[in-house]
T-cell receptor, first 111, second 114 residues
Framework: DAKTTQPPSMDCAEGRAANLPCNHS???????VYWYRQIHSQGPQYIIH???NNETNEMASLIITEDRKSSTLILPHATLRDTAVYYC????????????FGKGITLSVRP | NAGVMQNPRHLVRRRGQEARLRCSPM?????VYWYRQLPEEGLKFMVY????????ESGMPKERFSAEFPKEGPSILRIQQVVRGDSAAYFC????????????FGPGTRLTVT
């Protein structure tokens, strides 16, 4: 079972930052936090991952709290095409190759 | 660099028939994963394969389902004697190394059993 908790849904205005929270209070020291998203009827898309430090790439930023019990995915300038289900997954790389998807959070970007 | 390819994109089978789903991983990737997404549900892991080997099939139903990833050619997920409950989207993912690090997913095959 997924070891993360996400609110079921949120929305934001186009052009604004979307901050998607995730709780993972039972995360172990060597588990990574991964984010994927699934746009309607498409395959999941890798977004970003991190261990302890904050990470940024061309798609998003990942902020992980110092105690690692929660994280926030930030889409800096949300567009309508960012409307999707976003999954936060904790994962121990090298030991278990299957991704365990929870229910995710549905982000709706409004015009 | 072509992404993960799956075919067919849509497959309709009558109850009792066989379904064969194909997945060609990204170039250079030798690890393949299959996931199933039932209507209105999340994705569930089914099986993880490397070339010619099944590494983890803990998510595969015990009967009627099988998977292979031969030395040459695509990975195949086979469902024998399909039932209506098999109707779902089946996604394949591939990675370059044997972890879930940056698994890249295909567009999926939508199986409808009538």
């Amino acid at each position: 079972d997924a070891k993360t908790t996400q609110p079921p849904s949120m929305d934001c205005a186009e052009g604004r930052a979307a901050n998607l929270p995730c709780n993972h209070s039972t995360i172990s020291g060597n588990e990574y936090v991964y984010w994927y998203r699934q746009i309607h009827s498409q395959g999941p898309q890798y977004i970003i991952h991190g261990l302890k430090n904050n990470e940024t790439n061309e798609m998003a930023s990942l902020i992980i709290t110092e105690d690692r019990k929660s994280s926030t995915l930030i889409l800096p300038h949300a567009t309508l095409r960012d409307t999707a289900v976003y999954y936060c997954i904790v994962f121990l790389t090298g030991a278990n190759s299957k991704l365990t998807f929870g229910k995710g959070i549905t982000l709706s970007v409004r015009p | 660099n072509a992404g993960v390819m799956q075919n067919p994109r849509h497959l309709v089978r009558r109850r009792g028939q066989e379904a064969r789903l194909r997945c060609s991983p990204m170039k250079g990737h030798s690890h393949v994963y299959w996931y199933r997404q039932l209507p209105e549900e999340g994705l569930k892991f089914m099986v993880y394969l490397q070339k010619e080997n099944i590494i983890d099939e803990s998510g595969m139903p015990k009967e009627r389902f099988s998977a292979e990833f031969p030395k040459e050619g695509p990975s195949i997920l086979r469902i024998q004697q399909v039932v209506r409950g098999d109707s779902a989207a089946y996604f394949c993912a591939s990675s370059a190394i044997g972890t879930a690090y940056e698994q890249y997913f295909g567009p999926g095959t939508r199986l409808t059993v009538t």
